[in-house]
């Protein structure tokens, strides 16, 4: 165990490749290790992915335990919370993070189990702060806020009398920071103490989907919403999207209606997106389509209801409708182009 407080960071690995949300964790962590007057630490689990570890110091992550196991090279759900649940009683760290993904809904309420500690799912926002319950005051708390009751509020949740406190948190979410190339994590290969029977499941083959669309990465969105719901608006939304160099995305009722897939969604229940321009067509805006894209750079939103509420966050608002509008943008952008 080490004499330093910790702040940790389950790293996720594909095919040797280290996820995004681990990244964006590791630099959340930091902003929360300063704080507590901690460092970063990563565990991974996993095969040959020594250097790629290694690399996760360019993001501020100090050391990381590594279980290196040819068996834990794909993600199986009973060895893996063993083998973390593992190095968290080594280690004791004060906080645990885990990307809100697949794997770390799958595994991080199995460890808190375990541990019988606390775990906040689908977190928005971390911070340190002061919480005071029956008189006492925890001065370093781990405030783990995340929208409740269908995004009408946000909720803070505390964890102080359980160790360590757990969040997941969505990818995307996170702001990740330059990378710095001079620095490098130390990476410690930690035994791994799983036996044969540890193994419930056995990977005969992963097979990937292919996502229709990348939102997370995108630089330029045009998001279409229940406005565009009829297909001459939805193409004209498409058609502006192809012509400015933008991915396509909608909310939830038009992916609800099968118009559009599950990769194009925005918000609280579908990606979160930070892209410095969104332009958002007949979206009214309510709070969980808003919770996935209020932190974009620049936002124009097109609706013909003046009141509708996207317009209290746009940085560029047009009342009308999409219909008249948008050939109206294509034409001028064509001309300018
Ligand atoms: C638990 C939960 C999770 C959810 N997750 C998500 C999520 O991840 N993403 C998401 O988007 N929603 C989500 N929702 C649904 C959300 O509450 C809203 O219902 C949804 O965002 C509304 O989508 P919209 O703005 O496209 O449709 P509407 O609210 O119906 O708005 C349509 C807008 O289009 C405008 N309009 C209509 N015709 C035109 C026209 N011709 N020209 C210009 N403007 C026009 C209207 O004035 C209106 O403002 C979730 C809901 C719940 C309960």
Redesign the pocket.
Known sequence: MSDKKQVMVFIEQSEKKIGAVSLELICEAGRLAKKLSAEVVGVALGYGIGEELAALGHYGCKTVYYVEDERLSHFTSNPYAKSVVSIIRKQQPEIVLFGATTTGRDMAPRIASALKCGLTADCTELQIGEYKSKGELFENAFLQMRPAF??NIMATIVSPESFPSMATVRPGVMQLDTPDASRTAEVLVEESDLSDEDFLTEVIEVVRREKTVNLSVAQIIVAA????ADPE?LALVRKLAVTIGAELAA????VDAGLLSHDH??????TTVRPNLYIA?????????R??MVESQRIIA????PD?P?FRIAHYGIV????AVIPKMIAAYKEKA
Do not use: F, K, M
């Open positions: 269908g995004g919403g229940a406005g565009a608006t909310s939830r009722p038009l969604q925005v918000g609280q229940t579908g067509c007949g979206i009214s805006g309510q709070i969980q389509h919770a996935g097109i609706n013909s209801d509708a996207i009308g409708d999409l219909n």
